[in-house]
């Protein structure tokens, strides 16, 4: 219970946090000799506003606790008997006041810190649409939902993870829309969740997966507030971390690594011609190499003869054998690129360069790889940056076909693929099969598949996905 004694409340205080240098804790008297306790932590508080709207008035006008409410210009004040619920408060960035004689504390949200600007999102780059992305406070990020969905239907649900971060975390979905299935599991993962700590939301993506042995993604992600938007409006649920600008999306489909925001503001054929060409990106960037080592060592009847005697003088003089020349490549590539994210952009820029034109040429030169090789490589790599959702998938799933065309052949190859495809339909996020709309097919998911239909003849939400209202549009004039 908290005490009437101002001092003993101050003794409190300092030993619940330890006599951290960051904790404020200020006495001070009205005009009318009422002794007054303040204690914030340090960076928290607008002190404009605690100057002004607070400290003054107190001083000035509060002749007893009762009246506090009268006399401050602050909206939002609440009364606190224990002191659990103190040290929440002041954690949580509020202002706190123990009054003498007063058996209650009352917290005050002043709360002000500094935060990034609302910028471009750097990993989900667009020529048309919205440029704006979530940054690291949630309810900046609450904000930018609700200007998309402008709807009392949206609603969010707030939990708080992590013993020792006490990480504030949201749930958003649109009432009458949502997937209750979906949502009562999320709901209950979370509430399963006892950590100490959730650092970013790709922790919770964690803690909640359903098959945390699988290579393929099962929930999205995004920076995007109209990609969010787009999808709670299907039926699924998102999910705010604070402290991250990646909102997780649930469940995450496959095709939806083929998707992107932009199809949805461009014409249908447009967007039909380039998820065809996104898929045929992640086919190149999965088998090229593979097929490159496989045909090389097993099956060189297949390539044309003028290509052969090419290929064949190309690798004359180079000491590796096919497979161990790709793999080699394949992770030089990978080197580059993780040294090239990794350092300060300048530099970053200067070590690909180097990488990729003065290292793979001196290769070539010196005869340690083959120059079909650096090709395949490079269009490999050309392919990958097409599809960034699945660029960690490709780089396992390529070194895998590797191994298996160069001690099997195109039989590796083909094993390879269906053991794949068995993974991928295999899976089940949140009751929702990984490989919906095509398997189960259903024709109200397929007309948003790889063939774009046009919007208004989108009339319903995909069956799976959207369990109430399944109506998006109606009255749609006949085109």
């Not at 101002?6 to 030993?15: G, P, Q, S, T, V």
């Not at 005009?31 to 340090?42: F, G, H, P, R, T």
């Not at 993604?217 to 507030?225: A, D, E, L, M, W």
Request: charged share 25%; aromatic share 8%.
């Amino acid at each position: 219970m908290i005490s009437k004694d101002i001092y003993k409340n101050r003794e409190m205080l300092l030993e619940e946090f330890n006599n951290t240098s960051d904790l404020i804790v200020y006495e001070f008297e009205t005009n009318s000799n009422l002794k007054i306790l303040m204690s914030y932590l340090d960076g928290f508080i607008d002190k404009n506003i605690l100057d002004r709207d607070v400290m003054k008035p107190i001083i000035t006008d509060l002749k007893n606790y009762s009246d506090l409410k009268k006399i401050i210009f602050v909206s939002d004040i609440k009364e606190l008997e224990t002191q659990e619920d103190v040290v929440k408060q002041i954690v949580s960035g509020n202002l706190l006041l123990f009054i003498q004689g007063c058996k209650q504390c009352f917290s005050l949200d002043l709360k002000h810190w500094e935060k990034r600007a609302i910028e471009e999102a750097d990993s989900e780059a667009v020529v048309r649409g919205p440029k704006e992305s979530f940054i690291e406070d949630i309810s900046t990020n609450k904000m930018l939902l609700r200007r998309k969905i402008r709807n009392s239907n949206l609603v969010f649900e707030d939990y708080t993870l992590g013993e020792q971060t006490e990480t504030g975390i949201s749930i958003a979905y649109i009432q009458h829309i949502v997937n209750d299935d979906i949502l009562n599991k999320v709901k209950r993962r979370i509430q399963d969740i006892n950590t100490d700590s959730i650092l970013e939301s790709g922790y919770i993506e964690q803690f909640i997966e359903d098959s945390s042995s699988s290579i393929l993604p099962t929930i999205g992600n995004t920076q995007k507030p109209d990609i969010v938007a787009g999808k709670i409006l299907e039926g699924r649920v998102a999910i705010f971390c604070d402290g991250t600008p990646h909102v997780l999306i649930i469940p995450h489909l496959f095709i939806e690594n083929i998707q992107v925001s932009e199809d949805y503001y461009s014409r249908p054929y447009i967007a039909t011609f380039l998820r065809g060409l996104r898929i045929f990106a992640l086919l190149l960037g999965i088998l090229l190499p593979g097929l490159y080592v496989a045909l090389q060592t097993f099956h060189q009847e297949m390539i044309p003869t003028v290509l052969l005697i090419t290929m064949a003088g190309a690798r004359e003089g180079v000491p590796l054998p096919s497979v161990l020349e790709a793999l080699l490549m394949t992770i030089m590539l990978e080197l580059i690129k993780e040294s090239g994210l990794r350092l300060p952009k300048a530099v970053g820029s200067a070590v690909s360069i180097v990488g990729a034109l003065v290292l793979g040429q001196a290769a070539v030169e010196g005869g340690i790889v083959s120059a079909p090789m650096v090709i395949v490589i490079a269009i490999t790599a050309i392919a990958e940056f097409a599809v960034p959702a699945l660029a960690e998938v490709m780089i396992l799933y390529r070194l895998f076909l590797i191994i298996l065309g160069g001690f099997m052949g195109l039989y590796g190859i083909t094993c390879g693929l269906v053991i794949i495809i068995i993974e991928a339909i295999s899976l089940d996020p949140f009751g929702i099969p990984y490989g919906y709309p095509i398997a189960p097919s259903d024709k109200t998911g397929l007309k948003d598949f790889i063939i774009r239909f046009p919007l208004w003849s989108m009339k319903k939400r995909p069956n799976l996905l959207g369990k109430g209202n399944k109506i998006r549009q109606r009255n749609v004039r006949k085109k």
